[in-house]
């Protein structure tokens, strides 16, 4: 049966390739219709069919007070009366700066771009011209946006469309890309071992939200600090998903190990289009206009998304915040994983602070080759007959989850509900 989604699909094909903007929405991986959406409020959004969903991709993060907060958009409201963009200075900018220099220790200063891949790819363009190395190393499975240097064996649209290797990357940048497995610190020592003294930087998802939800072994992050100490290598923690998301003072504060340079985006936007990058002093003075690497943006620090973005930072400081997030995001998984266990299926599900990641697999993935072995078409069936159920999950197999503080424990027992009915279906 055709309906509005289907009609506004058909439509945005003309114009748009695959008729959207990025690519996992289009549903490619898990077939069917993707769902144009008109409004969202709390853990809800709704399609043109005026279908209501609960949600739980929030935006792949920024949502983690909820959608259209009030005090969200009061303030974005109040800024943009202001004025859109200036291309100078503004006050908000020092705020957002001090507040995430504030809540993440190891950044003594940051820049504020546009996106997460502005983030990374200006992140690693610093760590190269600081250390004056040009081999980085990243991790199979790990997203670290689109730049080209970081689209070789790629999670997130990539893995989903089983092609971890953008075309269009000169193999001349991607040989400077040293791609090695998430989790193995031995490769790791091996690496640096014979070229430790090539290497520019290391960039990993501390918990990497990519390849759906797979968490790194402290002993590996403790592995990484290490070398890259002792080989005078960057150390760039990728935390523009987990940032926030898994604590109030990120990734590395659950780890308590210290990155060199912390890239970050989504949450700090608080739904608008604002990133950042920042570490130690003396590797950001390394940046225009101090030094020699250049980085520019003419909508950087826009001051009606760092009005967002610092509401929302303020709103995640509330007493409690994360201990509810944390406990209403592991009610989830816990309650997946039993409601599947009564099912008989091979499932497992994990969750931190307010991410999580559902696997239909007996045990928690904890690399790359495991996701990748997880049964990827009784996923598609479960998200499908979720959908039907009104529960908006990743339309893939190998992207993490999200819970805002709006998903109360109604929301998440009537989600629990659905998943056991799904089950029994598969
Ligand atoms: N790359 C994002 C998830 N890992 C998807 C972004 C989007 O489609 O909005």
């Given at each position: 049966?055709?309906?509005?989604?289907?009609?506004?699909?058909?439509?945005?094909?003309?114009?748009?390739?695959?008729?959207?903007?990025?690519?996992?929405?289009?549903?490619?991986?898990?077939g069917?219709?993707?769902?144009?959406?008109?409004?969202a409020?709390?853990?809800?959004?709704?399609?043109?069919?005026?279908?209501?969903?609960?949600?739980?991709?929030g935006?792949?993060?920024?949502?983690?007070?909820?959608?259209?907060?009030?005090?969200?958009?009061?303030?974005?409201?109040?800024?943009?009366?202001?004025?859109?963009?200036f291309?100078?200075?503004?006050?908000?900018?020092?705020?957002?700066?001090?507040?995430?220099?504030?809540?993440v220790?190891?950044?003594?200063?940051?820049?504020?771009?546009s996106?997460?891949?502005?983030?990374?790819?200006?992140?690693?363009?610093?760590?190269?011209g600081?250390?004056?190395?040009?081999?980085?190393?990243?991790?199979?499975?790990?997203?670290?946006?689109?730049?080209?240097?970081?689209?070789?064996?790629?999670?997130?649209?990539?893995?989903?469309?089983?092609?971890?290797?953008?075309?269009?990357?000169?193999?001349?940048?991607?040989?400077?890309?040293?791609?090695?497995?998430?989790?193995?610190?031995?490769?790791?020592?091996?690496?640096?071992?014979?070229?430790?003294?090539?290497?520019?930087?290391v960039?990993?998802?501390?918990?990497?939200?990519?390849?759906?939800?797979?968490?790194?072994?402290?002993?590996?992050?403790?592995?990484?600090?290490?070398?890259?100490?002792?080989?005078?290598?960057?150390?760039?923690?990728?935390?523009?998903?987990?940032?926030?998301r898994?604590?109030?003072?990120?990734?590395?504060?659950?780890?308590?190990?210290?990155?060199?340079?912390?890239?970050?985006?989504?949450?700090?936007?608080?739904g608008?289009?604002?990133?950042?990058?920042?570490g130690?002093?003396d590797?950001?003075a390394?940046?225009?206009p101090?030094?020699?690497?250049?980085?520019?943006?003419?909508?950087?620090?826009?001051?009606?998304?760092?009005a967002?973005?610092?509401?929302?930072?303020?709103?995640?400081?509330?007493?409690?915040?994360?201990?509810?997030?944390?406990?209403?995001?592991?009610?989830?998984?816990?309650?997946?994983?039993?409601?599947?266990?009564?099912?008989?299926?091979?499932?497992?599900?994990?969750?931190?602070?307010?991410?999580?990641?559902?696997?239909?697999?007996?045990?928690?993935?904890?690399?790359?080759?495991?996701?990748?072995?997880?049964?990827?078409?009784?996923?598609?069936?479960?998200?499908?007959?979720?959908?039907?159920?009104?529960?908006?999950?990743?339309?893939?197999?190998?992207?993490?989850?999200?819970?805002?503080?709006?998903?109360?424990?109604?929301?998440?027992?009537?989600?629990?509900?659905?998943?056991?009915?799904?089950?029994?279906?598969?």
């Open positions: 049966m055709t309906d509005k989604n289907d009609l506004l699909f058909a439509r945005a094909q003309k114009t748009t390739p695959g008729g959207v903007n990025s690519p996992v929405r289009a549903f490619r991986s898990v069917g219709t993707p769902r144009f959406i008109t409004r409020e709390g853990a809800y959004f709704w399609d043109a069919e005026d279908k209501r969903y609960i949600d739980y991709i935006s792949w993060g920024p949502a983690i007070v909820g959608h259209a907060h009030p005090a969200v958009v009061q303030a974005v409201q109040e800024a943009a009366s202001r004025g859109l963009s291309g100078a200075p503004t006050e908000g900018e020092i705020l957002m700066a001090e507040e995430i220099c504030k809540l220790p190891s950044i003594e200063q940051v820049r504020l771009v996106s997460g891949t502005e983030a990374t790819m200006s992140a690693l363009r610093l760590a190269r600081a250390t004056k190395r040009d081999k980085i190393i990243k991790f199979e499975g790990c997203y670290h946006g689109h730049a080209d240097s970081l689209l070789v064996k790629a999670g997130s649209g990539l893995l989903t469309f089983g092609n971890p290797t953008s075309a269009g990357v000169p193999e001349d940048f991607s040989k400077h890309t040293l791609v090695l497995d998430y989790n193995n610190s031995q490769q790791l020592e091996d690496v640096f071992a014979s070229i430790g003294d090539q290497i520019a930087c960039i990993v998802e501390p918990v990497a939200g990519n390849m759906n939800l797979i968490r790194a072994t402290q002993e590996f992050l403790q592995t990484m600090r290490d070398l890259c100490t002792k080989h005078g290598s960057v150390l760039i923690f990728d935390e523009v998903m987990c940032g926030f898994v604590g109030l003072h990120g990734a590395q504060a659950l780890y308590n190990i210290s990155a060199d340079l912390t890239c970050l985006g989504k949450v700090i936007g608080g608008l289009p604002v990133a950042a990058f920042g130690r002093a590797l950001m390394h940046m225009a101090l030094g020699g690497v250049y980085q520019a943006g003419t909508l950087s620090g826009n001051p009606v998304a760092v967002a973005g610092m509401t929302t930072l303020k709103l995640i400081q509330a007493p409690g915040f994360y201990e509810y997030l944390t406990k209403q995001t592991r009610t989830l998984a816990d309650g997946l994983s039993a409601a599947a266990k009564q099912a008989g299926l091979a499932f497992s599900a994990d969750a931190v602070g307010g991410m999580f990641g559902v696997y239909f697999s007996d045990k928690v993935p904890t690399s790359y080759a495991e996701i990748m072995a997880s049964d990827k078409e009784t996923f598609n069936r479960f998200f499908h007959l979720m959908l039907d159920a009104s529960v908006y999950l990743a339309p893939s197999a190998f992207e993490a989850g999200f819970v805002s503080a709006s998903h109360n424990d109604i929301i998440i027992q009537d989600t629990i509900a659905a998943a056991a009915k799904a089950f029994a279906e598969l």
